[in-house]
């Protein structure tokens, strides 16, 4: 299958540096433990905006947008599922504002928060939702939409149609948090199983974010760029948080992160970036390590 | 007679259906109700830890065999009230305040059900106060806590600490998970454990429980 025409033009850099965290950057700008953090697309808008800012001014290439959250089932949790829209044109509008020409804008859509083997949401809700987020989002313009955080795979192959059906060229992107050697996800899928799985749901790149810290994830793109015969996204954590002094600190730093990324790159990744506890640094590192 | 073998099949395969349908058989032949979860119910939910652990079972079998056992139980429950009989310990468990994620903490809290403990689940956003409330109230054995967010982690400190100023502290165990919680984590605000699986949670309440009563 030909290359999305978005991503082919993308891809003719050896790799392409999405961006960072969000959520902490968010919280440095006085966002408290209990708000949703896609609220503040409506809310705070410029404050979302310095951290989209952020990762442009650091180098990145492409960057997401605050609407992590923003799907119907997700909002509920903070009684705002009536406003799926606003907060997704708003988020897609800041993030596009803040990269000018500089770099495109891949929309987040993250997971329901339900589980559907318990029957606590159904296949018809969870198309609902994602088609009513994907279309918000392609409305306001955004240039790709990415289906990251994923859990389950089900679900995940669910989002991924709904964002294909805009047309837009879509990233899914799976956790692999759990069994012995951190690569199977949640419900038990392998990293295999997902890549063939989300291909064959239409993804034009597979992937795999947060759960760990960036060393696990040579052997994930590996296995991902096998299985898939895709371009492979990754977004690793900059490591489980550690307690020191009373704070929570990541302990991997932007050095040692960036580090990784000529491995990464011959291990067939294509798209790098960071997931939780990254900041701007992180990008700005990786930025200096991967050829222009 | 009832086959109780089935029972066990039952509920190490996650079928509901079968799990209910043998027990109200069994229960109406006159079976011990405390026989059915000490011999049957407890070892198979123990079968489902061990095959979590080698990796032949991952959540989705964890959650459907919970779901079975938590079938049986109602059933059986309100005869072990009757006689008397004291569930295995009682947890008090929630997602600490400012965080809304739910399924680890619906895992652990079914997976504790299936084990045989009295699970009092307060839900998400719990603040400090009703973790004590509640403890206090229900005479519970250990309070359970889950974060998924590194933001509200902290929280999970500033419960343990509403628990010392209420002075419970001596006589209940705390213990801590959720994804970015670490042993260390736990250590270092005082939480009595930690586990990152629900199996070794269920594990992890137990040993506390009988160090509790030793």
Known sequence: MALHPTLARLLTRRVVITDGAWGTQLQARGLSGGECPDAWNLSRPADVESVARAYVDAGSHVILTNTFRSNRLALAGYELANRVRELNVAGAQISLHATGAKALVFASMGPSGKMLMMGETTEEELKAAFEEQAEALAEAGVHGLVVETMSDLAEAMIAVRAAKSTGLPVVASMVFDSGKNKDRTMMGQTVEQCAVALADAGADVVGANCGRGIAGYLALCQRLAQAAALPVWIKPNAGLPEFVDGKLIYQTTPDEFAGFAPALMDAGARFIGGCCGSTPEFIRALAAKVPA | ?214
């Open chain 2, 1 to 214: 007679m009832t086959d109780l073998s089935k029972l066990h099949d039952a509920i190490l395969n996650g079928d509901a259906k079968t799990a209910v349908a043998v027990t109200k058989e069994a229960l109406d032949a006159g079976a011990n109700p405390m026989d059915l979860v000490t011999q049957y119910m407890i070892p198979a939910m123990d079968e489902v830890g061990r095959r979590f652990e080698c990796e032949e079972y991952f959540v989705p079998e964890l959650l459907l065999a919970a779901r079975a056992m938590k079938g049986s139980l109602e059933l059986i429950r309100p005869l072990l009230a009757e006689s008397g009989a004291e569930p295995v310990g009682r947890v008090v468990i929630g997602t600490v305040k400012g965080d809304l994620h739910d399924i680890g903490k619906n895992l652990v809290a079914s997976m504790l059900e299936g084990a045989g403990f009295e699970v009092i689940d307060l839900g998400a956003d719990v603040p400090p106060e009703k973790f004590v409330t509640a403890a206090k109230e229900k005479k519970a054995d250990i309070i359970a806590l889950s974060a998924l967010l590194t933001v509200t982690m902290p929280m999970m400190k500033n419960t343990i600490a509403e628990v010392e100023r209420a002075g419970m502290r001596d006589s209940i165990k705390i213990i801590v998970g959720g994804a970015p919680v670490t042993e260390q984590y736990a250590r270092e605000i005082g939480a009595d454990g930690y586990s990152d699986n629900a199996s070794g949670a269920v594990q992890l309440a137990r040993s506390l429980v009988t160090k509790k009563a030793a």
